[in-house]
């Protein structure tokens, strides 16, 4: 069972918008969270991240919220450019999940098309 | 540039062979990582190494062999793989192992793995 879910396997959005990518996760131990962006046959960078004690955490035209209750975190990208298209990953750790402390859990991962 | 360097970028082997893939970071971390992407699957943890000891094997079958010389350069040794095995593989590394609050994972770029 997926302990991080990225639902929207795609999104597409109109540059200069605001695009906004959704992470549900189920494990409740989950206390840092993390967003990757992923361009084709490149490793992941990391984005933006946020931990539990926090309910956003804001980078340029990057803003991660974090709705705990809801097990839910989103990021937001103000305004959207052509060069944002890419796979967005997130990804959470914390607890003692699988017996490893801290290691990364990742979701499939949203492939945003951010058109001119 | 995010200071993990993997060689090779590509690879394609026979199942009888033997291969390395090679990691190195620059960013003085003492944790490494490897990781597996395959089509349409999350990143999947392999392995972990914190100041060059294996801190966790996520399952992994004995085909792939991880060494960390030390705390700034991992190896993974491959030897009769099978075609299933085919999929990216990142180098990941941080401060320390498990991601939390300020420690992140940076990745490399990816060692792309063809079994033939």
């Known amino acids: 069972d997926q302990q991080v879910k990225q639902n929207s396997p795609s999104l597409s959005v109109q540059e200069g918008r605001i695009s906004i990518l959704n992470c549900d996760y189920t494990n409740s131990m989950f206390d840092y969270f993390l967003w990757y962006k992923k361009y084709p046959a490149e490793g992941p960078t990391f984005l933006i991240s946020i931990s539990s004690i926090k309910d956003k955490n804001e980078d340029g035209r990057f803003t991660v919220f974090l709705n705990k209750s809801a097990k839910h975190l989103s990021l937001h990208i103000v305004p959207s450019q052509p060069g944002d298209s890419a796979v967005y990953f997130c990804a959470a750790s914390g607890g003692n999940y699988g017996g490893s402390q801290g290691n990364l859990i990742f979701g499939k991962g949203t492939k945003l098309s951010v058109k001119p | 540039e995010t200071g993990v360097t993997q060689t090779p970028r590509h690879l394609v082997m026979g199942m009888t062979n033997k291969k390395s893939l090679k990691c190195e970071q620059h960013?003085?971390?003492?944790?490494m990582y490897w990781y597996k992407q395959s089509a349409k699957k999350p990143l999947e943890l392999m392995f972990v190494y914190n100041f060059k000891e294996q801190t966790e094997n996520n399952s992994v079958p004995s085909r792939f062999s991880p060494e960390c010389p030390n705390s700034s350069h991992l190896f993974l040794h491959l030897h009769t793989l099978q075609p299933e095995d085919s999929a990216l593989y990142l180098c990941?590394?941080?401060?320390?192992?498990?991601?939390?609050?300020?420690?992140?994972?940076?990745f490399g770029e990816g060692s792309w793995l063809t079994v033939v």
């Open positions: 960013l003085g971390h003492n944790a």
């Open positions: 990941a590394s941080s401060q320390a192992a498990g991601a939390g609050s300020g420690n992140t994972i940076y």
